[in-house]
């Protein structure tokens, strides 16, 4: 914003192993034959929340039959107030368990504190730590010492600076698998929840060699403007896509307003993979 | 950014000839063959300023040779500090005049102030009211009775409404050939000059029939990062760019940091031709 | 907001004539036996605009019972739609000119146009500049041409380098009585019309030597809270305010949400009299 | 910011513990003789961490000489670098107890995870959660079952909504004694470290009966601005002070640039004392 200002960062960049001076090298994650990071892009989709049997199943196995990999669904659920649905906590991970062996999808779920992390790492294959936890470093310290790769979202009011330094919480645990996530920013803005700040891949592109996901859907906050914003954030140059998809949004029990249906899913599927192809990007 | 927030806009949508409600179809904006608008994506490039005779020509030839049609540069400059160059005024404008005649490129150049707005129009296709004009209502009315298309660039700080109301002042005095401009809001961010909101753009397109255009160069501030931003807006759905390009950026009177040299704008162009391709729009 | 930031703003300060540096005194503007800046706290008040010869009649002659001195009120009003209400125009300043005869009232008024200065000027004892217009530069030269005390607000969006860039276009033409005003920044906050950024007082003080009010109408935009924020404004070190008062808050053809009614204005003053006594501060 | 945002707030006001509309009388914090909220107004002062047993004990004393109650300190610092000081841990825990058992001081320190929160409620008087965990909702739970006030800071990116029902988090838990704290905002502003939002204070009076605190010295970054916006939270209606004061600002190990050595805070004391009497507040 300030003349001089990029220098600054860059003389005193903070952070180490998550800089991308000394790794020329992009991380590059593997789940089994699955990768994000690299010339790869992956999609993970999924409802906001586990909600019950039929929901997550139904949802998975649709997924799993369009090519998909990743279902993310929240267990916990970090709520502005104590009156909405919180998740339905460990039976959620045990419904995630059970899909998983269904569909062979790989899980994605949140933690949101540091007594429930070793539970989340029996059932998730990656742990999101979501973006009001960005600067929780407790927890961030768990994450560290936990052998699963971390989803590390973007705090709403974070500079990339911060965001880096939180992955490097992670990484000084021990933890190399950080995988960071843009998901909107907090601006004066009225027409969406957030402002996807789709600028900040191509930087930490150059600042990092960690992979950069972009949550289009809780930027937005309305499924009409997904698949726009999902098309930009492949050709900005991110390693993949979280999208919110539910079998039936207008009832689902959070964010059912961001959330794509069945058919919407599908079709902006189509789209990332001919889109991706002509970027010479690998969708996974 | 609130619940329920959406919904008020659209019930108190307060412009009228903007609004896409009585417009079903999209305006497109014609200059002789060219189209801006529909199903165009439209490159209008160039330098900050019009600097000397060489350079303007230099540039022109160039864009010209490359396809491009709409050359962008500016004589009257709206400069933050009174010690700054602040263009070359008439003198800039004249050069612009020779440089169409030599070319046959259309011109878009920048007005300040309703007494050289008809001056402007003289010489220019597309006149634009810059991002610190974008409520400046006596140069909006002046904009309105002019018989030349306007370039309207969003406020840093604006709202999509004030920016169509700002439309709207133009539109009811009776010029119906605005074209929009993103080119980033003013937020806390630290990595860029401005951060560039492409989720403006679905947005605008739900509200607005008018034409969309994104100046990644002005939003982000470096060139580096202008490519990725420019194939995000062609993805997102915007209807062209606006781009800096200088034939030697390190010695630019002025965004020297932000201008694309020749050969990458050569480069960028390329992608964007065949980026256009696989989205099915048309470049002009 | 970054480390190092401050400091290069102190290195690269670009304004000359607006820095407190080579000026160890503060710039005291006077009009008669009035003096503003210094050691003194000048409340300038009044309805957004005028709009029949009884409004401003009866809120001026209030006002002068009351003991103010200066008198707000537009003729020429900057409106974010072209469908609202926009000031008498001409007619406007006939009825302060006749106001001021009556009351000796010193009159505050606001110019959009560089056509229109030299007459607002005539009538005008000081000419505002607002915050939509803080970067127009043809507009803030004709003011530095101008034999009458300039009132500067600070842009919605606008750093205070750029603030005292626009100052320093002013001062660079030949007028050396500039007065700012904060009125308030756009930020992610809902809770009101903008962020009173109170935190500019202190700051302004140590870079330069101009007067500064402050206007905590415009900025949040209710009545009940401009109160607190007027005591606010004085206790933080500000040189004055700009209140909104009208006859008829309920009625008002602009801005009367934010309005005080004359019965509140009194309770104010008397607060603020109370307030400015044990700080050391002279009303006027 | 928007019109009809606001009558959308208050319909829909989704705290009802934390609400002002079913309590008319403002919660009022007892420890032993010394009361928070209601008339009062409080002052907390101390270093940001604990560092060695001569800091904290030469800082308490000097203190509790100058007649403050209440000392802050943090054991268990959130550093936004992992490779920043984290704090004493629970041996700064034992040093502050000392200081109590020395002094009588009542202690206000932070917690940062769930399972360190019984631990520090054994030495703490107040219990502070910090603006990085605002949404850290078990946190919040914890704190709600814990037999000691809460001094809850706003996030620097929270509307006062969300910093309400993040207080109904801990309320709903059975914990009556909820203090919030304003702390300063992150917006486009370079001028400081966040954007210290006085406005907020009289809209937080009129939605909540919970004591609303300030705390500049966080807020600005510069200890030389602390004084004026301390004097302007006392008279927009503040109900304390959170300052930061070390012994030897320069030698500090975190957030030397903002604190206050010890004559400077004696003299911000006198002129809070002056100023409270003429504005009818009690310090303590």
């Known amino acids: 914003m300030l003349e001089g200002v990029e220098q600054i960062i860059h003389q005193t960049d903070p952070y180490q192993l998550a800089s991308r001076k000394p790794h020329n090298e992009n991380t590059v994650i593997k789940l089994d034959n699955l990768k994000i990071g690299g010339g790869n892009f992956t999609l993970i989709a999924g409802p906001c929340a586990v909600e019950n049997p039929e929901q997550i199943t139904k949802t998975a196995k649709f997924l799993k039959e369009e090519g998909i990999n990743f279902l993310r669904a929240g ?139 972009v949550d289009p859907s809780h930027a937005c906050g309305h499924s009409s403007r997904v698949p726009a914003l999902s098309r930009a954030a492949l050709s900005v140059g991110a390693d993949g896509l979280l999208i919110e998809v539910h079998d039936d949004p207008a009832s689902a029990l959070s964010d059912g307003l961001q959330s794509l249906d069945l058919p919407e899913f599908s079709k902006l599927y189509n789209q990332i993979q001919t889109l991706a192809e002509v970027l010479q990007r690998k969708v996974n």
Do not use: W
Not at 119 to 143: C, H, V, W
Not at 198 to 204: D, T
């Open 75 to 213: 267990a916990y659920k970090p709520r502005t107030s104590p009156y909405s649905f919180q998740g339905l906590g460990e039976e959620g991970l045990i419904l995630l368990g059970r899909v998983k062996e269904e569909t062979g999808l790989k899980i994605v779920t949140e933690a949101l504190d540091i007594n429930t992390m070793p539970l989340i790492s029996e059932y998730a294959d990656i742990i999101q730590i979501g973006t009001r936890n960005m600067q929780n470093f407790p927890l961030l310290k768990s994450a560290g010492a936990i052998n699963k790769p971390i989803l590390l979202k973007r705090g709403m009011t974070a500079t990339l600076n911060e965001l880096l330094l939180s992955a490097e919480y992670i990484l000084k645990e021990g933890n190399p698998n950080v995988i960071l996530c843009e998901r909107g920013i907090r601006t004066f803005n009225d027409h969406s929840r957030t402002t996807l700040d789709l600028g900040a891949i191509p930087v930490l592109k150059e600042k990092t060699h960690l992979p950069v996901l």
